[in-house]
């Protein structure tokens, strides 16, 4: 009798358990394939700890990134877990915390000798970034238009290339991804340097999630992120993969 009632009991607390999945786009060293086709890095690592610190059952998922912002808008169980957090994007979701800071720069190949000062000297050459991203909107925001100055490609290969052969003169973007994307494009990292950095720039990666997510489940997120912050747990992760530790806000 005994048994039968701490297996029910053991069958009670599983059933309980809610089922969360934090999608992200591949985008190394925070989240990326590893060898054996498991998601791994440091926000990888990060969502585990936290997951540690909760009664949830939690599920990370990598795909495309629209495909995984779409699931975030429309099911209340599905987080995106590094997602910028811009103004156009604030009342689409329910922001839990910030999982990492990065700046925005133009970006400019070494023998470009051009000293910038600002985004407006900036106005006078061509700067390109991806078409649909909010590098697209911050620029047109800024007076950057099609007509003149601004080219929008459609994958980061094209715009690489647009750069190495000078048909651009900046490219806006941020410090995460330089390296793999130029490797990617079978281009030398070493060939470029960032020229000016973009402090109006969104620099915020959240846990962002649907508005009407399970205020229970969005609280044990908060809660646990808070908490390897200020044990130090998400210090030791960033250190780990080489990261740099960014300054946090308070998460709300």
């Known amino acids: 009798m005994k048994l039968f009632c701490l297996c029910l009991l053991l069958y009670s607390a599983v059933c309980s358990s809610q089922t969360v999945t934090f999608v992200a786009e591949e985008l190394p060293t925070f989240h990326y394939f590893n060898q054996n086709n498991q998601p791994e890095g440091a926000l990888v ?15 990370i998922e990598l ?8 699931q975030t808008q429309i099911q209340p169980e599905t987080l995106m877990f590094s997602l910028l957090r811009t103004p156009g994007r604030e009342q689409q979701f329910k922001w839990l915390g910030q999982t990492y800071q990065t700046t925005a720069f133009l970006v400019g190949l070494k023998t470009n000798t051009e000293k910038l000062d600002s985004l407006d000297h900036a106005k006078k050459r061509t700067v390109g970034t991806i078409r649909g991203y909010y590098s ?71 846990i962002a999630a649907h508005a009407d997510i399970d205020p229970k489940v969005a609280e044990q997120i908060i809660n646990a992120l808070a908490l390897i912050k200020q044990n130090g747990e998400y210090q030791r992760i960033l250190t780990r993969w080489g990261l740099a530790y ?5 998460a709300h």
């Open 136 to 206: 697209e909107t911050f620029l047109k925001q800024q007076g950057f238009t099609e007509e003149h100055n601004l080219v929008l490609s459609v994958n980061f290969d094209q715009m690489w290339h647009l750069l190495f052969k000078e048909r651009i003169d900046y490219v806006l973007t941020n410090n995460i991804a330089l390296k793999r994307e130029l490797a990617s494009a079978n281009l030398p990292p070493e060939a470029v340097e960032q020229k000016l950095a973009i402090q109006d720039f969104p620099h915020d990666l959240y």
């Open 63 to 70: 795909m495309p990134f629209a495909r995984a912002y779409h």
């Open 45 to 59: 690592d990060v969502i585990h700890a936290i997951a540690q610190r909760t009664d949830l059952t939690i599920r």
């Open 246 to 250: 960014p300054t946090f806000t308070v």
